[in-house]
C-alpha cells in the first residue's frame, strides 16, 4: 500500500484548518455561536469530525483575526455586532458598470464621468469572481453529515448529508479566488457526476438546477500560509471573504459558499464600487 509523502499528509492538514476556520468564521459572524459561549475542543473535534491538531489550528487563525478569545479550556466568541463591523452586506444583483471611461465625444464635449468630484471612497460591492469568461480547477469533491452551524446557515437537520465542493478559479491559468460550496440534499446528488466546465454557475446551469435570490456578506482577512499558497499570494496579503447562500426560486437554501477572493484581480471580476 502506498505511504502519503509529508507534502501531501501536510497539505491535507493544512486543507482540513482552512475548511473549519472558514466554517467556524462564518458560524462566528452570522451569529449562530450565542455571544460568549464556543464550543470546547471536544465539542468541536466530534462535531466537525477532526483532529485535535486541526481545531487547535483552525482556533489559532481565528484568534489572531480577533474572531476568539480565551484559552484551550474556555474559548469565546466576539460578539457578533463587532465581528458586523468588518462586514458590509452585499446586494444580490450588483449592477454592470464598465471597467472603461466613456469614449470621448466627436465634438469635443466632455463625457459624462468627466469633472466628477468624489467626494470619498465609495462604499465596495463584491462581484462574484466566477463570472465572465474564466476557468476553474475542482479541489475537492466529497460528502459530509452538516455539523450543527453549518446546518443552521444551510436550513437542515444537524447531521444531515451535504456535497463539499471546493473549486480553484481561474483567470489566465492564474488562481483569483477559491470557492467552497456545502450544497444540501437532494441538490447535491445532481452535481455528484456533472464535470465541471467553466465556474460554479455553469456548473449549476448544466445539472438544471434553478437559482434564485443569492445573500452575500463581504469583508477582508488576511491571507494564512495555506491561502497564500494556493492564490499565490505573500502570507499576510489582503483578501476579499465572502460569505454566500444561493436559494432556489421559492427561497430554499440549495448552497452555502466561502469565497476567497484576491484583492488584485481586475476590478471587474471582484469589486464594484456601490451604486450612489
Do not use: K
Amino acid at each position: 500500500m502506498p505511504v502519503p509523502s509529508p507534502r501531501s499528509s501536510s497539505v491535507t492538514h493544512a486543507q482540513d484548518v482552512r475548511r473549519l476556520r472558514d466554517l467556524l468564521r462564518a458560524a462566528i459572524s452570522g451569529g449562530r455561536f450565542p455571544p460568549g459561549r464556543f464550543p470546547g475542543e471536544g465539542a468541536l473535534m466530534v462535531g466537525y469530525a477532526a483532529s485535535r491538531s486541526t481545531v487547535r489550528a483552525a482556533l489559532g487563525l481565528l484568534a489572531a483575526e480577533g474572531l476568539v478569545r480565551g484559552s484551550p479550556a474556555a474559548y469565546e466568541a466576539v460578539p457578533p455586532a463587532l465581528v458586523a463591523l468588518d462586514r458590509v452586506p452585499i446586494p444580490p444583483d450588483p449592477p454592470d458598470l464598465p471597467d472603461l471611461p466613456d469614449p470621448p465625444d466627436p465634438s469635443g464635449r466632455p463625457g459624462p464621468s468627466a469633472g466628477a468630484d468624489p467626494t470619498g471612497p465609495a462604499p465596495l460591492r463584491a462581484v462574484d469572481p466566477s463570472t465572465g469568461t474564466a476557468g476553474a480547477r475542482v479541489l475537492d469533491r466529497s460528502g459530509l453529515a452538516a455539523p450543527g452551524p453549518l446546518a443552521a446557515w444551510l436550513g437542515v437537520t444537524p447531521g444531515s448529508p451535504c456535497l463539499r465542493i471546493e473549486l480553484l478559479v481561474l483567470r489566465h491559468g492564474v488562481a483569483s479566488a477559491l470557492e467552497t460550496h456545502y450544497v444540501v440534499h437532494p441538490e447535491a446528488g445532481d452535481l455528484i457526476g456533472i464535470p465541471l466546465r467553466e465556474s460554479w454557475e455553469t456548473l449549476l446551469d448544466d445539472a438544471g438546477l434553478r437559482r434564485g435570490r443569492v445573500d452575500r456578506w463581504g469583508g477582508r482577512i488576511p491571507a494564512d500560509p495555506a491561502l497564500a499558497e494556493l492564490l499565490g499570494v505573500a502570507t499576510g496579503s489582503e483578501l476579499v471573504a465572502v460569505e454566500q447562500t444561493t436559494c432556489d426560486p421559492v427561497g430554499r437554501v440549495l448552497d452555502g459558499a466561502v469565497l476567497r477572493i484576491r484583492s488584485d484581480v481586475p476590478r471587474a471580476n471582484m469589486l464594484h464600487p456601490a451604486a450612489s
